[in-house]
């Protein structure tokens, strides 16, 4: 079910990893990972805090080099691979420089297409009204002209996630996206999601170290801690079996009650 | 009409001071957005060091200026990227060793004197038709590609590692956003002096941003804010005989303490 005809057929993959390990410096942070993403998935990457899950994200959007191993995007390898607008991006958005950053709620939508748009080139008419769509999708046009200082958490990560969409990605990827967010937003978020994997069949990876929400809402899950626990449908993530592997103990501290 | 305008010195100065009005805060909005500030006044120091090589090797000092800031940039751009010295203490380094080798090879060159004083704080009678044509030509260059290469600017402040992740060039970017300010600075040198000339390209955008509703509107802004400066600036040096860096760094702040009492009205 993929409304898009320029896509791949539905049973390639949108992202591989063969074999891959990665090390900064010379303290090894993934060990020989292997696991496929398909097309239309929605993954849930979980693992605790220095698990490695923002290095793999980081891995796929060619933003780090594996010290070795092979990895493949819409099945051609990262080296290779130039359309990185396919692959929309919201990454946490603690780590955004939005502090007292004067630009408005449409400036900051419109970078999404500035890779599409290419250098020296100006926004066409289409570039415009994919921005618009963008605003529409994630119900933030009534924002268009605010600072984006002027808006609440929840507001600022739809902004965020426009400015992904902006660029019609075949796949969405998203780093802890609702740290820092109230609760409704985050009921609002996933709502929006699920409709972007469900209705238009976005392909969609999700980092979170909250398991609820990982079960709850993706389709399958991904635990990690440095290397592969599990890659499974979330209908068979059994919690104490994995949650075991994955913490090294009872996984009960770490079950949010939300 | 105005006896301000009898002198070609002075119609020197209007014209390079108007250049450099736009260049100034065209820049000074992507440094301090980036918390860069200091990085105009770091330069600034750099260039002076420049100056010193001119005066020592009868040289012009705006090209010895304009040389020695740009390969600081780089350095400074390239220092920062490696990670390895935190981004401030690589300005402090650039700024105080510069100082350093400034102050010695001035001393060599015997030019701690009034020339030196119209460098430090800027001298509207120093603007050769030299320097002139310096600086219209390159402050022309500045603009034109600050404003070709503005979306992709903006996005690299905005977000360096998304625009990354996008495959655009940012350490191209960010390699030709320093080279950019470091040949502003050196032509601002002269109407501005070395000691002010951070604050031309700082306190404008910091007044807009009191004001302004979006990111080019605090650009258009600051340029306005900075051209009322620089020309207010320039009159008042020549009727009242003042050092013109000063009296328009002093009309600058004056802008943005009415901007801060106007704030923004949302």
């Known amino acids: ?18 074999r891959v390990n990665f090390q900064y410096d010379s303290t090894p942070v993934l060990h020989d990972i292997n696991f496929r993403i398909d097309f239309g998935d929605y993954v849930g990457i979980l693992g605790p805090n220095g698990s ?59 970078t999404g297409r500035i890779a599409k748009v290419g250098i020296l080139r100006r926004f066409q ?31 600022r990560q739809r902004v965020f996630i426009a400015r992904a969409l902006a660029a019609q990605p075949k796949m969405l990827i998203l780093d802890e996206p609702t740290v820092g967010v109230d609760l409704p937003s985050q009921e609002q978020f996933y709502t929006l999601i699920r409709k972007l994997n469900e209705e238009m069949g976005m392909t969609i990876i999700f980092v979170s170290h909250d398991i609820d929400v990982i079960t709850h809402e993706s389709k399958n899950i991904l635990c990690l801690n440095r290397e592969l626990i599990c890659h499974v449908a979330s209908k068979d993530f059994i919690s104490s079996e994995h949650l075991e592997k994955l913490y090294g103990r009872k996984g009960k501290y770490i079950l949010h009650g939300h | 009409m105005l006896d301000i305008f009898q002198f070609d010195f002075m119609i020197r100065a209007f014209i390079a001071g108007g250049v450099i009005a736009i260049c100034a805060p065209f820049i000074g909005t992507f440094l301090v957005v980036r918390r860069y500030s200091l990085m105009a006044d770091t330069l600034a120091h750099v260039a002076l060091a420049g100056v010193a090589v001119g005066l020592l090797t009868k040289t012009q000092p705006i090209v010895t200026a304009i040389i020695a800031a740009v390969v600081a940039a780089i350095g400074i751009e390239r220092l920062r990227s490696t990670k390895r010295i935190f981004g401030e203490s690589v300005l402090a380094l650039f700024l105080s060793g510069s100082l350093a080798i400034a102050a010695v090879l001035l001393s060599l060159a015997k030019g701690f004197n009034v020339n030196l004083f119209s460098f430090l704080f800027g001298s509207i009678a120093t603007v050769t038709p030299t320097d002139l044509s310096i600086i219209v030509t390159l402050g022309i260059v500045v603009c034109v590609l600050i404003l070709a290469l503005y979306k992709e600017l ?36 002269r109407i501005v002096g070395v000691l002010l000339i951070g604050a031309l390209m700082v306190i404008p955008v910091i007044t807009a941003m009191q004001v302004a509703r979006s990111f080019l509107h605090t650009m258009v802004i600051a340029v306005m804010v900075s051209l009322v400066a620089v020309y207010s600036g320039l009159f008042f040096s020549y009727y009242l005989d003042l050092a013109s860096g000063g009296t328009i760094v002093v009309v600058a702040l004056l802008f943005f303490i009415i901007s801060t009492v106007i704030q923004k009205r949302v």
């Open chain 1, 1 to 18: 079910m993929n409304p898009n005809p320029t896509s791949p057929s539905p049973s390639s993959s949108c992202v591989e990893f063969h």
């Open chain 1, 52 to 110: 490695g899950k923002t290095t793999v994200l980081k891995i796929m959007l060619g933003l780090l080099k594996p010290t070795s191993g092979m990895v493949k995007l819409f099945g051609e390898d990262i080296n290779y691979f130039k359309d990185f607008s396919w692959i929309g991006y919201v990454s946490q958005w603690v780590s955004h420089s939005g502090w007292g950053f004067p630009a408005t709620v449409q400036e900051v939508v419109r």
């Open chain 1, 125 to 155: 008419p289409e570039d415009y009204a994919a921005v618009e769509q963008a605003m529409e999708t994630t119900g933030i046009r009534q924002f268009a002209n605010r600072l984006i200082t002027q808006l609440s958490g929840g507001e």
């Open chain 2, 154 to 189: 903006f996005f690299v402040s905005f977000d360096e590692e998304l625009a990354k992740a996008n495959g655009l060039r940012v350490r191209m970017l960010n390699m030709l956003l320093v080279i950019l300010a470091a040949v502003t600075v050196a032509l601002a040198m």
